[in-house]
C-alpha cells in the first residue's frame, strides 16, 4: 500500500463553561488542526517581532515571543508571551501575524500552550469579526484552506504549501449544505449554521489542477462554539513505471521505492507494489527531483522502524511537476519479485489474536538489518510480502511482550505464532 504523507489527526474533548459560554467540546473532528476557542483565555491579532530565551542558560522551549502589532479580541492583550514547549500546529516565525489565544500564568505572565487554536492568518483575517459577532447560540466555523504541492520541510507551510484562494469550502449534513469560497488569504468561514454532525470538505479552483478535492472530514458543531478546522488539500501529481527482471520478463511484484535523490527523507517517501506485469504509479506526489527503484527498505532502531537506507536498482533522477503525471521509465532488477507468507497468531488458550503488530528480520549477514511489519487481521490471521532467498526470524508485540522467536523461509508452512502465559 502506498505511503501517503503523514497528517496527524486531532480531536478536541473537554467540558462545559457555563449558559453563556460555548461548551469546549462543541467541536470534535478529524481535520488537522482543528480547535475550539476556550472561553477562559485571551484572543488577539499580533505581529513576532523577536524569539528570545527567557533565561540566557535554560532550554530551547523555555522562550520569550515579542509581539507588535498587536489587536485585542477578548481580553487585554499581552505585548509578550512564554511558550512552554512546541507546538503540534504551528512554530513562531518573525514577522508572519498570528492571531493567539493565551492563557494567564503566574506573576502576571501570559503563555500559549502545545496545540492550541493559535495560527498564523493573513493581513486582514476575518476571523475577529467572526468570533465577536452574536451568534444567538449557533455554531460558527472559521479556517485556513492551504495547497500542499511541492516539496521541503516538515512543517506545512515550510513545504511550499500556500493558501488556497477560491476554492469552494462545502459543509454538509443529510440534506443540508453550506457552501462558501476561500478569500485571497485562503480563509473561509460559516456562521449561524445548525448544531449537529457535519462533514467538511474541499474542492480546489477549475484553475487548480495541481491539486486535488480533500477527503470529507467529520466534524461536530454544538451551540455556540467558535470552531477553527484547517484543511490541507494534496498534489495532484502522479509516477508511474514499470520493472523489469533481467532478460525483459516482467518484474512482478516487486516493491518499488520513490525518493530523493540525496537519499531517503522520511517525509517524502512514497512506496508501492508493482501489479503482476510490474506496472506501478504513486498518487499524491509532492513535486520535486526524485529517484525510482525496485528493492527491500531497510531499517534501523528499534523500535521506531525509521528507514534508514535502501538496498535498489534504480533509475536516473527525474523531476517531478505539479498536476503532471511524470513516466520514471522501466527499471531493470537483480531482485527477485517479492513472495507471499502467510500465518495465524493465537492467545494462550489457543484463540486468534487482532490488531497486533507483527514483525520480521531477515537474518543473513547481507541484510541483518532488514524489518518488515504487518498487522494482524480478523481470525488472528496476517500476510506479508518478502523478497525470496533469504531467512527470517518473526515475532508478534503486543506492547508489553512477544512471543517466542520463530526462524523461517520463504515457503516454509504457515507461520503459527503464539502468546505464552503470563508469568
Given at each position: 500500500?502506498?505511503?501517503?504523507?503523514?497528517?496527524?489527526?486531532?480531536?478536541?474533548?473537554?467540558?462545559?463553561?457555563?449558559?453563556?459560554?460555548?461548551?469546549?467540546?462543541?467541536?470534535?473532528?478529524?481535520?488537522?488542526?482543528c480547535?475550539?476557542?476556550?472561553q477562559?483565555?485571551?484572543?488577539?491579532?499580533?505581529?513576532?517581532?523577536a524569539?528570545?530565551?527567557?533565561?540566557?542558560?535554560?532550554?530551547?522551549?523555555?522562550?520569550?515571543?515579542?509581539?507588535?502589532?498587536?489587536?485585542?479580541?477578548?481580553?487585554?492583550?499581552?505585548?509578550?508571551?512564554?511558550?512552554?514547549?512546541?507546538?503540534?500546529?504551528?512554530?513562531?516565525?518573525?514577522?508572519?501575524?498570528?492571531?493567539?489565544?493565551?492563557?494567564?500564568?503566574?506573576?502576571?505572565?501570559?503563555?500559549?500552550?502545545?496545540?492550541?487554536p493559535?495560527r498564523?492568518?493573513?493581513?486582514?483575517?476575518?476571523?475577529?469579526?467572526?468570533?465577536?459577532?452574536p451568534?444567538?447560540?449557533?455554531?460558527?466555523?472559521?479556517?485556513?484552506?492551504?495547497?500542499?504541492?511541492?516539496?521541503?520541510?516538515?512543517?506545512?507551510?515550510?513545504?511550499?504549501?500556500v493558501?488556497?484562494?477560491?476554492?469552494?469550502?462545502?459543509?454538509?449534513?443529510?440534506?443540508?449544505?453550506?457552501?462558501?469560497?476561500?478569500?485571497?488569504?485562503?480563509?473561509?468561514?460559516?456562521?449561524?449554521?445548525?448544531?449537529?454532525?457535519?462533514?467538511?470538505?474541499?474542492?480546489?479552483?477549475?484553475?487548480?489542477?495541481?491539486?486535488?478535492?480533500?477527503?470529507?472530514?467529520?466534524?461536530?458543531?454544538?451551540e455556540?462554539?467558535?470552531?477553527?478546522?484547517?484543511?490541507?488539500?494534496?498534489?495532484?501529481?502522479?509516477?508511474?513505471?514499470?520493472?523489469?527482471?533481467?532478460?525483459?520478463?516482467?518484474?512482478?511484484?516487486?516493491?518499488?521505492l520513490?525518493?530523493?535523490?540525496?537519499?531517503?527523507?522520511?517525509?517524502?517517501l512514497?512506496?508501492?507494489?508493482?501489479?503482476?506485469?510490474?506496472?506501478?504509479?504513486?498518487?499524491?506526489?509532492?513535486?520535486?527531483?526524485?529517484?525510482?527503484?525496485?528493492?527491500?527498505?531497510?531499517?534501523?532502531?528499534d523500535?521506531?522502524?525509521?528507514?534508514?537506507?535502501?538496498?535498489?536498482?534504480?533509475?536516473?533522477?527525474?523531476?517531478?511537476?505539479?498536476?503532471?503525471?511524470?513516466?520514471?521509465g522501466?527499471?531493470t532488477?537483480?531482485?527477485?519479485?517479492?513472495?507471499?507468507?502467510?500465518?495465524?497468531?493465537m492467545?494462550?488458550?489457543?484463540?486468534p489474536?487482532?490488531?497486533i503488530?507483527?514483525?520480521?528480520?531477515?537474518?543473513?549477514?547481507a541484510?541483518?538489518?532488514?524489518?518488515?511489519e504487518?498487522?494482524t487481521?480478523?481470525?488472528?490471521?496476517?500476510?506479508?510480502?518478502?523478497p525470496?532467498?533469504?531467512?527470517y526470524?518473526?515475532?508478534?508485540?503486543?506492547?508489553s511482550?512477544?512471543?517466542?522467536?520463530?526462524?523461517?523461509?520463504?515457503g516454509?508452512?504457515?507461520?503459527?505464532?503464539?502468546?505464552?502465559?503470563r508469568r
Amino acid at each position: 500500500m502506498q505511503r501517503r504523507l503523514l497528517l496527524s489527526l486531532l480531536i478536541m474533548v473537554a467540558t462545559w463553561f457555563g449558559p453563556l459560554a460555548a461548551r469546549v467540546d462543541a467541536c470534535s473532528c478529524v481535520t488537522n488542526g482543528c480547535h475550539v476557542l476556550p472561553q477562559d483565555g485571551r484572543w488577539f491579532l499580533a505581529t513576532v517581532v523577536a524569539i528570545e530565551p527567557a533565561t540566557p542558560g535554560r532550554p530551547f522551549d523555555n522562550r520569550v515571543v515579542r509581539l507588535d502589532g498587536v489587536t485585542p479580541i477578548r481580553g487585554e492583550a499581552p505585548r509578550e508571551i512564554r511558550l512552554s514547549g512546541s507546538s503540534c500546529d504551528y512554530t513562531f516565525t518573525v514577522g508572519t501575524r498570528y492571531f493567539i489565544e493565551a492563557d494567564e500564568g503566574e506573576a502576571g505572565t501570559f503563555g500559549v500552550s502545545s496545540c492550541g487554536p493559535t495560527r498564523p492568518v493573513g493581513a486582514v483575517s476575518s476571523l475577529p469579526a467572526l468570533i465577536t459577532s452574536p451568534q444567538e447560540k449557533r455554531p460558527s466555523l472559521w479556517g485556513t484552506v492551504t495547497a500542499l504541492t511541492h516539496a521541503g520541510p516538515p512543517s506545512v507551510r515550510a513545504r511550499g504549501g500556500v493558501e488556497l484562494a477560491n476554492a469552494l469550502v462545502e459543509l454538509r449534513s443529510g440534506g443540508i449544505v453550506h457552501q462558501t469560497r476561500t478569500s485571497s488569504a485562503g480563509e473561509y468561514s460559516f456562521s449561524g449554521v445548525r448544531p449537529g454532525p457535519y462533514t467538511l470538505r474541499v474542492r480546489p479552483p477549475a484553475d487548480r489542477r495541481d491539486v486535488i478535492a480533500s477527503e470529507a472530514e467529520s466534524i461536530m458543531l454544538i451551540e455556540g462554539a467558535t470552531c477553527l478546522a484547517d484543511v490541507i488539500t494534496y498534489p495532484s501529481a502522479a509516477v508511474t513505471g514499470r520493472i523489469v527482471q533481467a532478460g525483459g520478463k516482467p518484474g512482478g511484484r516487486g516493491r518499488v521505492l520513490l525518493y530523493p535523490p540525496g537519499g531517503i527523507d522520511p517525509s517524502r517517501l512514497y512506496t508501492t507494489v508493482a501489479d503482476a506485469q510490474g506496472r506501478y504509479r504513486f498518487e499524491q506526489v509532492l513535486a520535486g527531483s526524485y529517484v525510482a527503484g525496485v528493492g527491500i527498505m531497510t531499517f534501523r532502531g528499534d523500535p521506531e522502524f525509521a528507514p534508514a537506507q535502501a538496498m535498489r536498482d534504480g533509475v536516473a533522477i527525474f523531476d517531478v511537476l505539479p498536476g503532471e503525471i511524470t513516466d520514471s521509465g522501466t527499471i531493470t532488477t537483480r531482485i527477485a519479485p517479492f513472495a507471499e507468507v502467510r500465518g495465524t497468531l493465537m492467545d494462550p488458550a489457543g484463540g486468534p489474536v487482532n490488531d497486533i503488530g507483527i514483525y520480521v528480520v531477515a537474518v543473513d549477514a547481507a541484510e541483518a538489518s532488514f524489518r518488515y511489519e504487518t498487522t494482524t487481521r480478523a481470525g488472528g490471521t496476517f500476510t506479508l510480502e518478502l523478497p525470496p532467498g533469504v531467512r527470517y526470524r518473526i515475532f508478534a508485540w503486543n506492547g508489553s511482550r512477544r512471543t517466542p522467536v520463530v526462524e523461517f523461509a520463504i515457503g516454509d508452512a504457515p507461520l503459527a505464532l503464539a502468546f505464552s502465559e503470563r508469568r
